[in-house]
C-alpha cells in the first residue's frame, strides 16, 4: 500500500517539471551541505584571510572570486549552504516542537484553554514575522543561535493554528470515540490517531515554510542582526560587500544567487509537495 | 452582522492590548542602558538617579506600561534616545517617503501582478503559463536586499540610467527645493508645478519601488492565476462562451469580477507586510523612511523609537486584518453566520 502511494508520487513528480528541477536541486544542496570541506577548493578560506590576493575578479583559479580580505568566495559559499540548511532544520524542528503540542492542547480540550492558546497565537501573527524576529534578536543579541530563536517565536502560532483544526476534526470521528471506550489513554490517543492524521498538511506547511525561513534568516544576518563576521553566512557576505559592490560586483552577485536558487528549489518542491499530497488539488488540476 | 461586527472589533482590540503588552515588555527586557544613553557615559551618579526618575524607569512595570499606553493614546509616543525628538514626529518625519515607496510599489505589483496571473490562467498549462509562473516564483525567492544591490549595479555602474541612491538628486534639491505640503515628494512637486523635482523624485523611486513590488508582484500573480483558473472552471462562464459573448468580455466582465476580490484582500495585506520590507530596500538605497528609522533604531537599541515604530506597524496589520475580515463578512453571509 504505501509502496504504491510512492510510486504514485513518483510518477507525479516525473509529471511534473517544476518540481523535479526544485527537488534536484534540493538533493544537491543537501548534498554540497554534507561534503563541503571536501568540495570546497580552499577550505581554510572560511576563517583565514590573504590580503594579498583581495578582490580579485572570477577566474579559473577562484571561480566566484575573492572578497575583502582576499578569501574565496566559492569555498564560502559551500559553507554557506551548510549553514542555510541548518539554521532551517533548527528553526522548523524548534518552531513544530513549540507549534505542535500547543495546537493539540488547544484542539482537543477546547474551553478557556483553546481560547487562551488561540488569542495568544493571534496576537503573534499580528506581527509581520520579519519585524518580531528583529524585535527578539534585537533584545537578545545579535547571533545567530537568538536570530533562529526568533524566528521561530514568530514562527510557532501557524503549525499550531494547522494541528489545532485537524485535533477538532478528529476529535469528533467516530474511531476515537472507539478508542476511548477500549480504553487508550488520551496520550495514545494524541500521538497515535491525532499526529498521525495530520502528517500530510505538516509536511505540506513544512516544505512550504522552508525556503521562507532560509530567507528571513538571510534577511535577519544581512542588517546584522543574525550570523556574525567571519561566519560565511549567505546574507552576512552580501552585508560585508556593501562597501565594495560597486567596483567588485562578485562579492554581493554570487551569495544572493545562492540564497535565491535555494529559497526557489524549496519552493517549488514546496508547491509540488502541495500539488501531490493534496488530494482535493490535484483532482482539480487533472 | 452587528453580532459579528461586535465580536470582531472586540477581538481586534483585545489583539491590540496584547501587541502593545508584548512589545512594551520586549522593550523593557532588551539588555541596554536607557539611562547611560539619555545623560551620557560621564554622568555622576545622582544625574543618573534623576534621569531614572525622569524617565519614569524607577516605578513598577504595570504603572510604567499604564503610563506609557496613556501617552500613546494622547500623541506621546516617548522620546527618541538617539535623536532626542519625540518619536511621533520622528516617524512624521519619516513616514512620507516610506508612504511614497510602498504606494508606488503596490501599484506597480497590481498593475503588473493582475494581468500576468490571468494571463497565465487563460494560457493555462502552455509556455507562457510555465514562463509566469517561474517568473512569479522568482519574485517571492529573490533577496529583496540583493535585488536592490543587483539593480544599483545594473542601472547605476553599468548602464548610468539611474541614480544610485536617495530620494530627489542634491542638485535639484538646490536649484529647485520641493516645497513640502504632504511630505510625498512625488505629490507635493507635481501639485506645486515643480516638474523638475518631479521627474528627479520620479528617477529615484523607480529602483526601490520596483524592488519592493518584486514580491507582492509574485504572489498576486500567483494567486490571480489560482483564482481565474477555479472561476473559468464554473458552468456560468461555459453558459456566457455559448451565448457567443466575446471572449474578452467573458474574461473581464464576467471572470474576474469574480476573481479580483481573494487577490485584492491579499493585496491589502501585502501593504502591510511591505512596512517591513522597506526596512530593508531603504537601508540599501540609503531612502530616508521609517524603515531606515527603525533599522538605525534596532542596531542602536533605541527603545522607545523601536516600540513605537513596531506598535504602529502591528497595529496597521490588525487594522488591515480587520477591514478584509469585515468587507468578506459583507460580501459573504456565510463567514458572518459561523
Sequence with gaps: ?286 | MVAYLTRRIALAFLVMVGVSIIVFLLARVIPSDPVGRWVGIRAKAEQRERARIELGLDKPLYIQYLSYMNGFVHGNWGTSLYTHQPVLRDIATYLPASLDLIIFGMATALILGIPLGILSAVKNGTIIDHASRVFSLAGIALPTFWLAMVFQLVFFRQLHILPLSGRVSMLTAILNPINHITGSNLLDSLVTGNFAALGSALSHIILPGITLAAAPLGLMARMSRATMLEVLGEDYIRTARAYGISEIRVLIVYALRNAIAPVLTVGALLFAESLVSTFLVESVFTWPGLGFYASNAILTVDYPAIMGVTILISFTYIFLNLIVDITQAFLDPRIRIS
Excluded at chain 1, 580580505?69 to 549552504?81: E, N, T
Excluded at chain 1, 539554521?87 to 482537543?108: E, M, Q, R, W
Excluded at chain 1, 470515540?177 to 498521525?196: D, E, M, N, T, Y
Excluded at chain 1, 560597486?246 to 518542491?269: C, D, E, H
Design chain 1, 1 to 286: 500500500m504505501v509502496l504504491h502511494e510512492i510510486r504514485h508520487a513518483l510518477r507525479l513528480i516525473r509529471r511534473n517539471p517544476l518540481t523535479l528541477t526544485g527537488l534536484s536541486i534540493v538533493l544537491l544542496l543537501i548534498l554540497v551541505a554534507i561534503l563541503a570541506p571536501w568540495l570546497a577548493p580552499y577550505p581554510t578560506d572560511v576563517n583565514t584571510s590573504h590580503i594579498a590576493s583581495k578582490f580579485q575578479p572570477p577566474s579559473t583559479i577562484h571561480l566566484c572570486g575573492t572578497d575583502e580580505l582576499g578569501r574565496d568566495i566559492f569555498s564560502r559559499l559551500l559553507f554557506g549552504c551548510r549553514i542555510s540548511l541548518t539554521v532551517g532544520l533548527f528553526t522548523i524542528g524548534l518552531s513544530l516542537l513549540i507549534g505542535l503540542p500547543l495546537g493539540v492542547i488547544a484542539g482537543y480540550s477546547g474551553g478557556w484553554i483553546d481560547e487562551v492558546i488561540m488569542r495568544i497565537s493571534d496576537m503573534v501573527l499580528s506581527f509581520p514575522s520579519l519585524l518580531l524576529a528583529m524585535a527578539i534578536t534585537a533584545m537578545l543579541g545579535p547571533n545567530l543561535q537568538n536570530a533562529m530563536i526568533a524566528i521561530a517565536v514568530s514562527w510557532w502560532p501557524w503549525y499550531t493554528r494547522l494541528l489545532r483544526s485537524e485535533a477538532i476534526s478528529v476529535r469528533e470521528k467516530d474511531y476515537i470515540a472507539a478508542a476511548r471506550a477500549i480504553g487508550a489513554s488520551w496520550g495514545r490517543v494524541i500521538f497515535k490517531h491525532v499526529l498521525r492524521n495530520s502528517l500530510t498538511p505538516i509536511i505540506i506547511q513544512v516544505s512550504v515554510d522552508f525556503g521562507a525561513i532560509i530567507m528571513t534568516s538571510a534577511a535577519l544576518s544581512f542588517l546584522g542582526l543574525g550570523a556574525q563576521p567571519p561566519r560565511p553566512e549567505w546574507g552576512l557576505m552580501i552585508n560585508t560587500g556593501r562597501d565594495f559592490f560597486l567596483n567588485s560586483w562578485w562579492l554581493v552577485t554570487f551569495p544572493g544567487l545562492a540564497i535565491f536558487i535555494t529559497v526557489l528549489s524549496f519552493n517549488l518542491v514546496g508547491d509540488g509537495a502541495r500539488e501531490i499530497l493534496d488530494p482535493r488539488l490535484s483532482r482539480r488540476g487533472r
